[in-house]
């Protein structure tokens, strides 16, 4: 083209050559819209509210009072505030009551709803009562309510992440709730550890620390095992968050088993777990956004099933079972010219 | 009625409104989009924004504002979103580079410019999948099954969850970023039920857009193939019409001359809620090892 002829319309970027086609590159999935910080930290305070009104139960049944109060606080905190960012995260947030016009076991966000509302309403009543002294006994069934309810609170939103078209998280849904459930045992010790003297702070600290190794380990089988959807959880803003996770939990790990005695120390490991926990979080919705940006993700792995499954139903076409060795065999004619069926 | 999980969230279901809990519920309706006779004229995206009353495309929602040019050759919508429910998608291809017969010429040689080239222009649509991702996640059933068979968004239930989003394996359906809701193609509803065929399909002019009992345009589609096969368009096949695939088969399938990547569609595309049933018990599980956990860490004796 001569200079004197000027684009009208600018070409589109040449990038090299990918090992899959494409539309101009194009993703193929919408890219989540649900917003960050909330959503990340939504998945954040769902997991701490879960585990800590677990340990607020069993730190109230075993006699450490101190414990009870803190867990008891960060499950109703964790509630409200997981209530609050989804709420705030809806595109109609007036409307967010139309989550309880259905319960459908299908959609993994209903399901949760219907999980955070009675968890948040036991959790907020057994704090209350609590921080009031008032109705201590209604308080305490409101407690054990709202535990039997913390269990799922930790690993219903890795089903709601993982029931997703995007590969980077549909992919890990065998890991996924490990990696929360790790990440929300060692936010609530984390709680627990900075806000209870170390008279009673044991359970807490054995807690943070079971549940940061659980995270590390889980996450790591979760990249490994992806391939290279995995990497999404190595590169970019994902791969900045689970590095920071890593340190913060390993971190947290340290300290709890070194200076767990020390009231200091002990808050310090504990803030680290908690920090660490979030950063998962926000590493594995931000590995989600890169992988549902990428048609790599799509297109390579559903091509090589493609092929596996052309190959699995012409398996004699290929390799007949008892023949002469491809060396002395005929050239076989290309595998389009089968393709024309008869008119 | 009975319930069968398996047929519920993933293969092959023969009815799919009956299935939803509609009794005397017409044939299931469809679109087949041969895309063979497609001339890129966008009367369809047009049509659909014209009669749907669907606002012009913000910027952000996709890689271009309005009026702005892609340079994805004449291809300015870019793709499917809130705001467009219909998509054209031009591709330009090259054929392979002209073979040298040696025949004396300036200057020396076949040249790269005389590459054939061709064109692919399909109309993109929601596919109204049998097993429909969307209306799986769907918190609010704002997402329902039509007695047609369609997947339609009721707006006044819809409060912008976004779940159906991610959820849809073609990336079709998409919040409308200054409204909060999700929006996509409804197939007409609105016409269908007065016995009116959907606008893209009565503007078409080279009826590129079939609508109809979904049946018959499937033998339809099979009698266009064969033909297309027969005069040597070996890579031309349909997509999205097997309901022994990934989403039970399409609402809205396809004709393609090319692999479905190539027009920006997912070649393989499986339902997630197919896996829902194992994610559920891997949850549960975990859960209940979360509260063995915390137990766990009370014993001993120490405080």
């Known amino acids: ?343 | 009625m009975t319930f069968d999980l398996d047929t519920r969230l993933a293969g092959p279901l023969a009815d799919p409104a009956g299935e939803a809990g509609h009794t005397d519920a017409p044939p299931r309706m469809g679109f087949f989009t041969d895309t063979s006779v497609c001339i890129g004229c966008k009367a369809c995206e047009v049509a659909c924004k014209e009669w749907n009353a669907v606002p012009a495309a913000s910027t952000g929602e996709q890689s271009t504002g309005p009026g702005d040019l892609s340079g994805m050759s004449y291809d300015n919508t870019v793709g499917l979103g809130g705001s467009t429910w219909r998509h054209v998608a031009f591709v330009e291809q090259t054929g392979p580079p002209p073979v040298d017969l040696g025949m004396p010429s300036v200057p020396q040689g076949a040249d790269e410019g005389d590459r054939e080239m061709r064109w692919l222009m399909a109309s993109d649509v929601c596919k109204h999948c049998t097993h429909a991702a969307c209306l799986d996640v769907c918190p609010t059933g704002s997402l329902f099954r039509t007695e047609f068979g369609t997947v339609v968004v009721q707006e006044d239930i819809c409060n912008g969850c976004g779940y159906c989003v991610p959820a849809c394996p073609y990336g079709v359906i998409d919040i409308r970023p200054e409204d909060g809701r999700a929006w996509k193609c409804t197939l007409c509803y609105d016409r269908l039920g007065a016995g009116q065929e959907p606008a893209c399909a009565k503007a078409c002019p080279t009826d590129s857009i079939q609508y109809g009992p979904l049946d018959e345009l499937r033998a339809t589609a099979a009698t266009r193939l064969a033909d297309l096969h027969d005069r040597g368009m070996e890579k031309a096949q349909l997509y999205g019409h097997d309901a022994n695939d990934g989403v039970g088969g399409d609402g809205a399938f396809f004709l393609l001359l090319d692999r479905p990547e190539v027009y920006g569609l997912p070649p393989d595309p499986i339902v997630t809620t197919r896996d829902l049933p194992e994610m559920w018990k891997h949850a549960a599980l975990t859960a209940a090892g979360v509260v063995v956990a915390v137990a766990a860490a009370f014993i001993g004796g120490r405080r």
Do not use: C
């Open chain 1, 1 to 343: 083209m001569s200079r004197r002829e000027k684009l009208a319309v600018p070409p589109a970027t040449v990038e090299p050559a990918p090992d899959f086609d494409s539309y101009y590159g194009r993703p193929i999935l919408k890219q989540p819209t649900w917003k960050v910080p909330d959503v990340p930290l939504y998945l954040f305070s769902g997991g701490l509210a879960g585990a800590s009104a677990v340990l607020a139960e069993l730190a109230a049944a075993t006699g450490r009072p101190a414990l009870s109060r803190v867990a008891r606080f960060g499950a109703a905190g964790g509630a409200l505030a997981g209530t609050g960012l989804l709420i705030h995260d809806l595109g109609r947030p007036t409307r967010f009551l139309h989550m309880l016009r259905v319960i459908k076991p299908t959609s993994p966000l209903s399901i949760g709803t219907w999980i955070l509302s009675p968890f948040s309403a036991l959790s907020l009543a057994a704090a209350a009562s609590t921080l009031t002294g008032i109705a201590p006994v209604l308080g305490r069934v409101a407690g054990v309510g709202a535990a039997a309810l913390g269990g799922p609170m930790t690993t219903y939103t890795a089903v709601l992440l993982t029931n997703t078209a995007i590969p980077a998280w549909h992919d890990a849904h065998r890991e996924m709730p490990i990696v929360f459930a790790g990440s929300a045992l060692a936010a609530a010790g984390g709680l627990a550890m900075v806000g209870s003297p170390t008279g009673e702070n044991t359970p807490a600290v054995r807690l943070g620390i079971l549940g940061a190794a659980v995270e590390l380990t889980a996450a790591a089988v979760l990249r490994r095992r992806l391939g290279f959807i995995g990497e999404h959880y190595h590169t970019g803003r994902a791969g900045a968050w689970m590095r920071g996770a890593r340190a913060l939990s390993a971190a947290g790990i340290l300290g709890g088993l070194l200076g767990h005695r020390v009231r200091g120390m002990s808050a310090a490991a504990g803030a680290a777990l908690l920090a660490g926990s979030v950063a998962t979080r926000f590493g594995v919705f931000e590995a989600g956004r890169a992988s549902a940006a990428d048609p790599r993700d799509v297109i390579v792995p559903q091509r090589a099933r493609l092929a596996a499954r052309a190959d699995n139903s012409t398996p004699l076409a290929s390799t007949p079972p008892s023949s002469t060795p491809p060396a002395s065999t005929p050239p076989a004619s290309p595998p389009l010219a089968a393709a024309p069926p008869a008119s």
